[in-house]
């Protein structure tokens, strides 16, 4: 899927300004990697919940907090 052009799409079609993502790692590294971020919230649980181990993102690859 191209999300820069889902965006804009959404933006001038819709007159969207603002998009709340609440994603794991793949789509949100993809966002991030992709520049389509503008403002990130951080919210840091003790521990991370879930059946398989954390990935990172969609490349298998880790984010540090320097990329966001």
Same mark, same amino acid.
């Given at each position: #899927?191209? *999300?820069?052009? /889902?965006?804009?799409?959404? /933006?001038?079609?819709?007159?969207?300004?603002?998009?709340? $993502?609440? &994603?794991?790692? /793949? @789509?949100?590294?993809? *966002? @991030?990697?992709?520049?389509? $971020?503008?403002?990130?919230? @951080? *919210? $840091?649980?003790? +521990?991370? /919940?879930?059946?398989?181990?954390? &990935?990172?993102?969609? +490349?298998? #690859?880790? *984010? &540090?907090?320097?990329?966001?």
């Amino acid at each position: #899927m191209d *999300l820069h052009a /889902a965006l804009y799409h959404l /933006a001038t079609r819709y007159g969207v300004s603002k998009v709340r $993502v609440k &994603s794991g790692g /793949a @789509l949100n590294g993809v *966002l @991030l990697r992709e520049g389509l $971020v503008d403002e990130v919230h @951080l *919210l $840091v649980h003790p +521990t991370i /919940a879930g059946l398989r181990p954390y &990935s990172g993102d969609a +490349t298998g #690859m880790a *984010l &540090s907090l320097s990329e966001i």
